[in-house]
């Protein structure tokens, strides 16, 4: 691998954990440092919405404030470089609570969950931004 691929890769990494952290914590405007302005987000396999990020972004800050106990851990991650573009899959792991305190395992209200996050990214002035994204939930647990 050449220098500008491994930065790339590198920072394509940080991408995927700022928009874990940004889930996590409830930083909506942290999106904004992952997708374009005009990027469109598919969330409808696991019952949320496809729109525009500021739409997402809405319907996470909602839907999400139910579940503020929240981790989402991101890896297997394959890169594909076409130019200034990637085709990115990275796997997911994510786990929601009812709350943040102590909760017994076998509590009502958790909910388990993984699949894949594919993103087209785009290189900008101002890094890698994903342009579009598809989740692809393919297993969940509810308690």
């Known amino acids: 691998m050449r220098?500008?691929?491994?930065a790339d890769r590198l920072e394509i990494g940080d991408l995927l954990a700022k928009y874990a952290y940004a889930l996590d914590s409830g930083?909506?405007?942290?999106?904004d440092l992952v997708f374009t302005a005009d990027a469109v987000i598919d969330h409808t396999s696991s019952g949320g919405i496809r729109g525009t990020r500021d739409e997402v972004r809405e319907h996470l800050a909602g839907a999400l404030s139910r579940r503020p106990g929240r981790q989402h851990l991101i890896g297997a991650t394959t890169i594909r470089f076409e130019r200034d573009e990637a085709v990115v899959t990275a796997s997911f792991f994510r786990a929601l609570a009812s709350s943040r305190a102590e909760l017994p395992a076998d509590a009502a209200g958790l909910v388990h969950s993984?699949?894949?996050?594919?993103?087209r990214m785009i290189r900008t002035l101002y890094g890698w931004r994903s342009r579009e994204m598809v989740e692809e939930q393919t297993w969940r647990t509810v308690r």
């Open 114 to 119: 993984g699949g894949w996050y594919h993103h």
């Open 27 to 31: 930083d909506w405007a942290r999106l």
């Open 3 to 6: 220098e500008r691929e491994i």
